[in-house]
């Protein structure tokens, strides 16, 4: 099954997101977001209030790379149950800006292109 948030990725590597609990479509696979991996610690993402703004980067320490062959496909905050992306290009920053109200429940993700899912839950 699949529940809101929820990406899933198709055989020739698209990707779906869930806006309704349900079935999953054939062939698309759920992603696992994965929170906490110290060997790579850069793809965690961190987010910080800054002023008005939320303000996430892919990595804490080191900054993900952000090469042709491996980048940060997009960046995603959700603020109390608004999902707010970034998509993002090789070349740019890995990280994202959000002039947003602060939250109650806030938590971000992001997906590499190599690596899969990650996420970060406040
Ligand atoms: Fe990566």
Redesign the pocket.
């Known amino acids: 099954m699949m529940k809101r948030y929820d990406i899933l990725k198709g055989p020739d590597g698209s990707l779906v997101e869930a806006i309704m609990d349900g079935k999953e479509p054939e062939d698309f696979e759920k992603l696992e977001a994965k929170s906490a991996d110290t060997s790579t610690e850069k ?1 965690v993402p961190y987010v910080e209030r800054v002023g008005n703004k939320y303000v996430v980067k892919v990595g804490k320490e080191q900054k ?1 790379p952000m090469a042709e062959e ?1 980048y940060i496909v997009f960046i995603e905050l959700i603020v109390d149950g608004v999902v707010h992306r970034k998509y993002l290009s090789p070349g740019d920053e890995p990280e994202a800006e959000f002039e947003v109200p602060e939250g109650r429940e806030v938590w971000v993700r992001e997906y ?1 292109n ?2 899969g899912l990650w996420e970060n839950r406040l």
């Open positions: 793809h993900h491996h590499c190599l690596h």
